[in-house]
């Protein structure tokens, strides 16, 4: 009996797709710009623990983002993991793909209207090329992790930190506040913080300084 459900529950997940769009608003200096999130869950799979009385559902999570004239799009596995990301902008001549399969990144496409075909070896640290949609949840029981990114200007590998730094207010509401910062000595030169609704530990806003010296602070909120 439990197989049959199982076969069943899975061809339905399957099928479905759970789709939640949001929307924030990113202001710097005297810029405001508009930022839509589309998330979906496919591919849903049933999966008994050992000792087969316990049974959990694994997704895939397809996150779509647009700013403007660039558009993102992701793929998130098991623990938001990212496993491949895709950037996009017209205006500056770039479609690019990365995809991460046993521990190297394979990028191919368009670059700053140059051709890009490599491969990059991940530094050991998982991917969470869009720290913003995960931080909250990854770091809902534990006080920091480190993990790997690609800096959109330049297409390089990094490790950063993402560290817990307790509930505070942000527009008025209680937020849990999350520093990101380079790793090592290079933490002192740069940070950022996200912030996430203290309930469904969701993305509710970003600041920091996108920038060199004399750049504005960047804000992002919830639209309104």
Known sequence: MKHIITIALTLFLTAFAMAQERNYISTCGKTKTAIKWTEEHKDGKIYYGLVGSEMCIRDRIYLHTVQGGEKHEYILGNGYKTESWKIVNTSSNTNLSIRLNNGIYSISGKFNG?????????????WYQNIAYN????????????YECFRPDNMKLYTMSATNKGSEKFDGKNAVRIEVSLTGFMSAFWSCDYYFDTNTLMFAGYKGVNGGPGTSETKISVAK
Do not use: D, R, Y
């Open 114 to 126: 140059k051709h890009i075909s490599k491969t990059v070896k991940s530094k050991g640290k998982p």
């Open 135 to 146: 931080a909250g949840l990854t770091l809902k029981n534990g006080e920091s992790v480190e």
